[in-house]
C-alpha cells in the first residue's frame, strides 16, 4: 500500500485548502482511511477517518463542523477540505490506512502511512 498526500501550503486565516491522499496498491473496500496531523513539539493528533466503502466518517473535536473527510472511489483518493482555518491548524498533514473496517482515532491502529503535506496558516 501506498499513500501519496498533498495539498498543503500557505493560507491566511479564516481560508481553505483541500487536500488529497491517493492510495494505490491493492483495493481498499475493508480499509478505514484516515488523516492525522502533528504540529512541531506536539504529539500526533487524530483529524478524521472514513470507512471506505460504506462512507462513514468521525471526527476529532478540534476540526468538528470546519473540516470534511471524503473519498473517490473510482480515483482511489481520500480528501480533507478544511475550511476556517485557524493558526492552531499549522502542522504535517498525514494520511493513513487501516485494514480493519471499525473507525478509530488512534494512530497506532493504522498500517500504512503517507509522507505529509504541510499546512501553514498564518494569522
Known amino acids: 500500500v501506498q499513500l501519496q498526500a498533498s495539498g498543503g501550503g500557505l493560507v491566511q486565516a479564516g481560508g481553505s485548502l483541500r487536500l488529497s491522499c491517493a492510495a494505490s496498491?491493492?483495493?481498499?473496500?475493508?480499509?478505514?482511511m484516515g488523516w492525522f496531523r502533528q504540529a512541531p513539539g506536539k504529539e500526533r493528533e487524530f483529524v478524521a477517518s472514513i470507512i471506505w466503502s460504506r462512507g462513514g466518517t468521525y471526527y476529532g473535536d478540534s476540526v468538528k463542523g470546519r473540516f470534511t473527510i471524503s473519498r473517490d472511489k473510482a480515483e482511489n483518493t481520500v480528501f480533507l477540505q478544511t475550511n476556517s482555518l485557524t493558526p492552531e491548524d499549522t502542522a504535517v498533514y498525514y494520511c493513513?490506512?487501516?485494514?480493519?473496517?471499525?473507525?478509530?482515532?488512534?494512530?497506532?491502529?493504522?498500517?500504512?502511512w503517507g509522507q505529509g503535506t504541510l499546512v501553514t496558516v498564518s494569522s
Open positions: 493513513a490506512a487501516r485494514r480493519l473496517s471499525t473507525l478509530t482515532m488512534r494512530p497506532k491502529d493504522y498500517e500504512y
Open positions: 496498491g491493492r483495493t481498499f473496500e475493508s480499509y478505514v
